[in-house]
């Protein structure tokens, strides 16, 4: 009987842990990084105490929150990566990487930490080895190089919101491709 309860109360512990991180991560994204703790655990629906015991500080949740935005960003470039079609795996990351800018806006600017430089180059080389196997097989146009599709994703961060982002990733995109 006690091994159940135990069991019951990991299992409990764990849903509180995993719907925290959600509610953060929709928060922060909307509302910025400085959202207070308390407004976080408000919006869960659960005490301030249970968010401090899974995440002693706001930087504690915020971590857990931008770890899984950087392990999908990583799922995302091996699925591009893995797709023969380079014309669709760099399209669909590009409209991906360019929703999230604008979606997420509020979590975008963290990702900028010490704590995430290592796993940004791999992210930035695997996202140059997609553009330099998409232009060697003729999908952008001619002379178009990684920096200047860096540089028409940054622009989607122009946008205020997703559905002139996604607009203006149509454009740009109709820029870069052949």
Known sequence: MRDE???KRRADAEHNRRHL?????????RDGVDLPVR???RRAGLAPATVHRHFPSRDDLLAAVLDGQVRRCERQLRAALADPDSRR???RTFHRFGEWQVAERGLVGALGGAAFAERRRDHAEAFARLVERAGAEGVLRPRVSVDDVRVALMAITSARALPAARRLTGVLLTGLLA
Do not use: G, R, Y
């Open 89 to 91: 795996a760099l399209t």
């Open 5 to 7: 309860l135990t069991h």
């Open 39 to 41: 407004e976080i655990a």
């Open 21 to 29: 991180v959600s509610v953060a991560h929709t928060a922060f994204a």
